[in-house]
């Protein structure tokens, strides 16, 4: 479940706060114009990432990788377009609803919903194709394994929902109308920096339908590379800047609104307007502790999901000839052991034994699996789960070969110890190097 709430949290976070602040500003800019052409861009978007997450989860073909280099150069593209566009004709402020839009101001429009159906595409296919890939250890779509998954997802995109409608009141109501186009400004321009820093080196290297004249080279062209580098490294970097540009849009709108500032005929026009100020105090409040959550989500939780758990130490045994001989009695209190031996190649063959819960016979197999490889299994409160993917094991079903069960490896019982032949241990030297 956390997994989905911090995956679909930290991919659409930033989309979304474009496209609230894109409809407000030119929800303020032209009227119902203004926003009837970015709710079209909205809607081509949501319906071409459907059926492009459709297409990837449903057909065999493999989508290309540099399809996202074209989504990032439509960015870029949209970006300057729009940017340069809210220069020239989005000073003026507009006091009527109906606005005739001029040539240019169209283009101001369908530049802006250019853009905010370009950012839905860019991150919502993917977001959209989790629900086909849920691990559900094969019990299905009604099985608790997917359900749990789906309730992290659905409730990111929950918040994020009603985070959209927060963003888009205070961005719609704030009275500095520089502000909501100032806050999309950088925040545009510092995410273009970024789909920059991915775009340029592919598209330098391997754009080769364009006969592209130069031939990169990290001797010649090293900066670019280490532009890459910097935007891998630090892409949590711009999702912060963007939250903390929203952060400060909101504190300004909180102020704005803490004493009536505009003029009044009697003390009933006084108290409509610091109900309407208190009103928006509160929008503004809602605001930072949806905020407040993604930034928790982002970090507190994420953190605490993608946590690197220590694998219990190695428990001893003996080896007679080519056999290695588990004394009974210490594996038989339910709980889950681990063994390991080192192979002439100096590889550690892990694996695992757990007695079964009301048998006499026990779950053992190498500590590594054909889904998640060699992450390894943990105990947490008497439940064995997987490292990597934080499926929990059903201990009656290990043992046998499937899913993300550990690789099955045979025992005998004999004078009241667990016999493992050495060669079948040596042959899971594979699963671990």
């Known amino acids: 479940m956390l997994k989905y709430l911090w995956m ?31 709710g079209t861009g909205i809607v081509l978007g949501v319906l071409a990432s459907a059926v492009l997450a ?35 004709f989005g000073r003026k402020k507009r006091e009527s609803e109906e606005i005739s839009l001029r040539f240019g101001e169209g283009l101001l429009c369908f530049s802006g919903a250019g853009l905010s159906s370009s950012w839905i595409f860019y991150k919502l296919p993917g977001v959209m ?36 409608r927060l ?63 910097f935007a891998s490294q630090n ?9 903390v540009l929203c952060l400060i849009l909101a504190i300004v709108f909180f102020f704005e ?13 006084h108290r409509k307007l610091r109900a309407r100020n208190r009103r928006h105090r509160r929008l503004a409040v809602a605001l930072t502790v949806f905020l407040a959550a993604i930034a928790v989500i982002l970090s507190a939780v994420k953190s605490h999901d993608t946590r690197v758990i220590e694998l219990s130490p190695p428990e001893t045994y003996t080896v007679e000839g080519e056999e290695i001989l588990i004394s009974m009695g210490n594996v038989s209190d339910g709980h889950l052991h681990r063994f390991e031996y080192q192979t002439e190649n100096g590889v550690n063959v892990r694996w695992i034994v757990v007695k079964k819960p009301g048998s006499a016979s026990f779950g053992t197999g190498l500590d590594a ?17 997987c490292r990597r993917c934080d499926v929990v094991m059903n201990i009656n079903t290990i043992g046998f070969k499937g899913g993300c069960n550990p690789i099955p490896i045979s025992y005998e019982v004999r004078d009241g110890s667990l016999v493992f032949r050495l060669a079948e241990i040596l042959a899971g030297e594979k699963e671990f190097r």
């Open 8 to 38: 679909v949290t930290q991919d659409l976070i930033l989309p979304v706060a474009f496209v609230s602040l894109m409809h407000a500003v030119l929800g303020r800019q032209f009227g119902r114009k203004g926003r009837s052409f970015n």
């Open 129 to 164: 194709g989790y629900p086909f890939n849920f691990n559900t250890m094969g019990n299905g779509y009604w099985s608790w394994y997917y359900m749990q998954r789906l309730l992290g997802w659905a409730l990111a995109l929950l918040i994020l929902t009603i985070y959209a």
């Open 235 to 243: 892409a949590m970097m711009f999702i912060w800047t963007v939250i």
């Open 167 to 229: 963003l888009y009141e205070c961005a719609l109501q704030i009275k500095r109308e520089g502000t909501p186009k100032l806050t999309l400004a950088l925040g545009t321009v510092w995410n273009a920096f970024y789909c920059f820093c991915y775009f340029f080196v592919p598209f330098v290297s391997r754009a080769k339908w364009l006969k592209w004249p130069i031939k990169y080279s990290v001797e010649k062209y090293g900066w670019i590379r280490r532009l890459a580098q």
């Open 257 to 269: 609104n803490t004493k009536v500032t505009e003029p009044y005929d009697n003390s009933a026009q």
């Open 54 to 88: 459709w297409f990837k989860n449903t057909s065999n073909r493999i989508i290309s990788s540099h399809w996202n280099h074209v989504i990032y150069g439509i960015i870029m593209g949209f970006t300057a377009i729009f940017i340069l566009l809210l220069l020239i």
């Open 369 to 385: 699996c054909e889904v998640c490889g060699n992450a390894g299994y943990f105990e947490r409160n008497g439940q064995v789960v």
